[in-house]
Each structure stands twice: as C-alpha cells, then as structure tokens.
C-alpha cells in the first residue's frame, strides 16, 4: 500500500484541562509516595500513572514493532480522552485504592502492573461490601 496522505496527520485533540491543584488524600486513602504515581486529580491518573515498566513499542515476544514513540504518545492522547471526565473521575479513583491495596499489602511495583488475576481478585475481594458493585467493575475497568 503506497503512502497515502490521508494517514499521515493525526487528528486534533481537545486541549488539556486546565485543572485545579489536587486535594490531599484521605487519611485511610494515602497511597505510600511514588514518581511513578505523582499527586494528581483523580482524572489524570491513567494518564500520568505509570507502571513499572515502561510502555513498550515492543510485542509480548520482544520483537520491535513498527509504531514510534510518537504513535505511543498519541494513543496515550487517545485514551486518556475517550472517556467522560466522570469516568476518568471514577478509575482514578480505583487506581488510587488498588495502589493502597498493593502498599497495605507489599506488593512489589513489578507485580502491580501487568496485575496477575490472583492479586487483581483479591483485590476486588478486599472492596467487597465496601463500595457498590457497579463501583468494583469500574475500579476493575480503570486497572
């Protein structure tokens, strides 16, 4: 297939929020300090939470693909404005627990992200009777 113009400009995305400065965590909802999680509003977390390993422009074989870092960014971009702020609101939310719940319980960053179902299950498991069933399957969407 021959290089076509239509797919060499991506589209524009909305501007970033200007957005207020986050509040403090809740006492019970403090997660221990990391420069991989800075403090920041609970809609910007899957955005500026990052795991452990760095997103990759490599397949689960360590093969190279061919996307560039620019590609990676824009998906990034993508995501982080596919969903309603109320949406981003609530899985930040859950990421904020998931990472408690990981920090209560010592799991190392390297086994947080990508989570095994194990760890992912007692984690829903913990929340249970806590928050809202519709609530656990967004904190499980947002990890």
Known sequence: MSNDSRFSRAAPLPSPDTTPKPRSY??????????L???CLA???LRLWVPLTSRSRHDHTGALI??????IDRILAVI?????PTTRETYGSGLLVYHVFCDS???PEE??????STLLLAFIASCTGLYSGKTLDNYFYGI
């Open 26 to 35: 809740p006492s019970s909802l403090t997660p221990i300090p990391s420069s």
């Open 37 to 39: 999680r800075p403090h």
């Open 43 to 45: 809609r910007e977390r």
């Open 111 to 116: 086994q947080r992200c990508p989570a095994s």
């Open 105 to 107: 319980h010592n799991v």
């Open 80 to 84: 982080s404005h596919s969903h309603m």
């Open 66 to 71: 061919g996307i560039l870092d620019s590609d």
